[in-house]
């Protein structure tokens, strides 16, 4: 995605050059500390990387039709938007039994849908859902589709509920879904590169954003299996920043030729207004 332009004016005005619409889509194992004595091939780009990449969510098609329209993975962002309505929970580990919990002090009523006839989730979690009153589980089914209008506004009006034993199908009116039935750290591009643990998560070292590469720095939802919020994403972000800036004086790339532009490609005038 393109930055913000007081945020390219800054990039730009460090030494760097954000690259708008471009996706990783290759990483290459460098040698540790560069040979800063002769000329990399690609010195300015792999002098040092900070990854900053997300989660990817387990959904079904029709529920990325409606993800932003009621169908939601996030129960503590988007939960506050459903005070006072019923929802529907799909899932039965750690994530959904905590996202139940999470929704049950706003919506009127939780339904969690669990494929199992039983939760996986640990028992002090288990326990404390159980025994909530307008909490409601329907084991033994899976959501076969998300149901909801298109015109005029685009919403879910419920689910299709399938009995994994019978096959039997029912519909169960909600006002939201909530997708918890997993989560996988979006880091493919970087197996066999970087040292990652069973989940896919990549490794850093202890209160540091260092991976097993030097100069490669990871942050955010690649690295943090428990919160994956934002707000600790963004934290971990700005100890890469520091990490990286270190990391770049200790080990300045070799210098390369200046790249000629045609111009500023951010709106030409003054940043933050005045003549």
Same mark, same amino acid.
């Given at each position: 995605?393109?930055?913000?332009? $007081?945020?390219?004016?800054?990039i730009?005005?460090?030494?760097?050059?954000?690259?708008?619409?471009?996706?990783?889509?290759e990483?290459?194992?460098?040698?540790?500390?560069?040979?800063?004595?002769?000329p990399?091939?690609?010195?300015?780009?792999?002098?040092?990387?900070?990854?900053?990449?997300?989660?990817?969510?387990?959904?079904?098609l029709?529920?990325?039709? &409606?993800?932003? &329209? $009621?169908?939601?993975?996030?129960?503590?962002?988007? !939960?506050?938007f459903?005070?006072d309505?019923?929802?529907?929970?799909?899932?039965?580990?750690?994530?959904?039994?905590?996202a139940?919990?999470?929704?049950?002090?706003?919506?009127?009523?939780?339904?969690?849908?669990?494929?199992?006839?039983?939760?996986?989730?640990?028992?002090?979690?288990?326990?404390?859902?159980?025994?909530?009153?307008?909490?409601?589980?329907?084991?033994?089914?899976?959501?076969?589709e998300?149901?909801?209008?298109?015109?005029?506004?685009?919403?879910?009006?419920?689910?299709?509920?399938?009995?994994?034993?019978?096959?039997?199908?029912?519909?169960?009116?909600?006002? !939201?879904? &909530?997708?918890?039935? !997993?989560?996988d750290?979006?880091?493919?591009?970087?197996?066999?590169?970087?040292?990652?643990?069973?989940? $896919?998560?990549?490794?850093?070292?202890?209160?540091?954003?260092?991976?097993?590469v030097? $100069?490669?720095?990871?942050?955010?939802?690649?690295?943090?299996?428990?919160f994956?919020?934002?707000?600790?994403?963004?934290?971990m972000?700005?100890?890469?920043a520091?990490?990286?800036e270190?990391?770049?004086?200790?080990?300045?790339?070799?210098?390369?030729?200046?790249?000629?532009?045609?111009?500023?490609?951010?709106p030409?005038?003054?940043?933050?207004?005045?003549?």
């Amino acid at each position: 995605p393109t930055p913000p332009v $007081g945020c390219r004016a800054h990039i730009c005005m460090a030494g760097a050059m954000p690259q708008a619409g471009e996706r990783l889509r290759e990483i290459h194992r460098f040698s540790p500390g560069l040979d800063h004595n002769r000329p990399h091939p690609h010195a300015h780009e792999a002098a040092c990387k900070i990854l900053l990449s997300l989660i990817t969510f387990r959904v079904r098609l029709s529920e990325k039709t &409606f993800k932003g &329209f $009621g169908v939601s993975t996030n129960a503590i962002f988007d !939960g506050v938007f459903y005070r006072d309505e019923e929802v529907v929970v799909v899932g039965g580990g750690n994530t959904a039994v905590q996202a139940a919990l999470d929704l049950s002090n706003l919506a009127s009523k939780v339904t969690v849908v669990h494929r199992r006839d039983r939760f996986r989730a640990e028992s002090i979690l288990k326990d404390r859902l159980l025994s909530k009153p307008n909490v409601d589980v329907i084991w033994n089914h899976a959501i076969d589709e998300v149901i909801g209008d298109h015109e005029p506004n685009k919403w879910v009006t419920g689910v299709r509920i399938r009995d994994v034993k019978t096959g039997d199908v029912r519909e169960l009116p909600t006002h !939201g879904l &909530f997708v918890a039935i !997993g989560h996988d750290p979006a880091t493919a591009l970087f197996r066999g590169v970087l040292d990652m643990d069973e989940a $896919g998560y990549i490794k850093v070292d202890p209160w540091s954003a260092k991976t097993s590469v030097p $100069g490669v720095l990871a942050a955010g939802d690649v690295i943090d299996p428990m919160f994956r919020q934002a707000v600790t994403a963004a934290g971990m972000g700005c100890i890469a920043a520091r990490e990286a800036e270190k990391f770049l004086i200790e080990h300045p790339p070799a210098p390369i030729a200046p790249v000629q532009s045609a111009g500023p490609w951010w709106p030409v005038g003054p940043l933050h207004g005045g003549g």
